[in-house]
């Protein structure tokens, strides 16, 4: 959970180029929106049904070799050839809520996750995804040292430095900031025609 809280820090602080961030307008509590998505994929060069080892030739013509799981179903229908996608999407929302808006409101961490695998029969395939929201309260803003100090769920204080100073002066001591990060992953076999 500090992880997250760290993020946000990392966030405000740098625009990395592998993130598509959206940001507030200027009459908003200040709030982000980033994502990244990667998709990759390998053809299996080798693979042994009995021990479960399996060789991957990735695009730059690299292998990896590793021993799949027994909690992998329908590994007998993977042959030589045929290509492994795995598609990684991860984002992150922070958004700022006014005290008055927020009644009651404490800082809290929640996590759910979700996962699914083929049937089966079918060619292999798993997806899973977690999710976990993050609320801290705003404790202290400092203006002149572009700072923001922010309660985490655990009681714990953690000072940051704003990205943007402009958003200091849309925030307020007791706002609340909701923060969701979730991942997701998904992997396919697929034949090759």
């Known amino acids: 959970m500090n992880k997250v809280i760290s993020l946000l820090a990392i966030l405000m602080l740098f625009a990395s180029p592998v993130w598509s961030v959206e940001s507030t307008s200027a009459t908003d509590k200040p709030s982000i929106s980033a994502s990244q998505s990667v998709t990759v994929s390998a053809m299996v060069e080798a693979i042994n049904h009995e021990t479960r080892e399996v060789t991957l030739r990735r695009n730059d013509g690299s292998t990896v070799s590793f021993v799949v799981s027994e909690d992998a ?17 991860e984002s992150l929302d922070i958004k700022v809520f006014a005290a008055e808006d927020a009644e009651n409101a404490k800082a809290e961490a929640v996590a759910a996750s979700v996962s ?19 609320t801290a309260i705003v404790e202290e803003i ?8 922010l309660k985490g769920p655990e009681g714990n204080i953690k000072e940051y430095t704003a990205r943007n100073p402009e958003n200091l002066k849309k925030a307020a001591v007791s706002d609340l900031v909701v923060i969701v990060h979730s991942q997701a992953i998904a992997l396919t076999v697929e034949r090759v025609k």
């Open 142 to 149: 400092n203006l002149g040292a572009n700072t923001f100090k």
């Open 116 to 134: 699914a695998r083929t049937k089966e029969g079918e060619m292999p395939g798993i997806a899973e995804m977690e999710t976990v929201v993050i």
């Open 73 to 89: 179903r329908n590994l007998g229908q993977v042959k030589v050839g045929d290509i492994v996608v795995v598609k990684y999407i």
